[in-house]
């Protein structure tokens, strides 16, 4: 699976204001029950995008998410070779939207509620690509 196909899905605030996001969904951490409820303010700081690593935008994974290989890309010719070098095939980030950088909890107790969730996603996706590998998708 390519992070991108999913990243917006990471998206856990709905705005920033300086150094506090509102959480725009409930995330609830099993461990410690600690629940971040919708408009929930969080303090934050920022740090590097991981989908994008800073850049903003990344090559549309509808072109290349599976990869291509150098006989695919010899045989798409010189004029795609070129343009998917130059960035014609890029999209804004899905996770960060084009900022380049992601709010990240201060609070320890609220990143390990957006963690827990994060990971739930995980193993979601995991299971649901594995069981559609299972059906011959």
Do not use: Q
């Not at 130059?86 to 992601?102: A, E, F, K, M, T």
Request: charged share 30%.
């Amino acid at each position: 699976m390519d992070i991108r196909e999913y990243a917006h899905e990471g998206r856990w605030w709905g705005s920033i204001d300086g150094l506090t996001a509102t959480s725009k969904d409930s995330h609830y951490d099993g461990d410690d029950n600690v629940v971040i409820s919708e408009d929930d303010t969080v303090p934050i700081r920022f740090e590097v995008c991981n989908v994008c690593d800073g850049r903003g935008e990344y090559v549309n994974p509808s072109i290349d998410s599976h990869g291509i290989t150098r006989d695919e890309m010899d045989d798409l010719g010189e004029e795609f070779f070129e343009d998917y070098h130059s960035g014609v095939y890029n999209i804004p980030c899905g996770l960060c939207g084009g900022d380049r950088v992601v709010p990240v909890p201060t609070d320890a107790s609220h990143a390990r509620a957006l963690n827990g969730d994060a990971r739930y996603d995980y193993s979601d996706r995991e299971e649901r690509a594995a069981e559609a590998r299972a059906m011959g998708y």
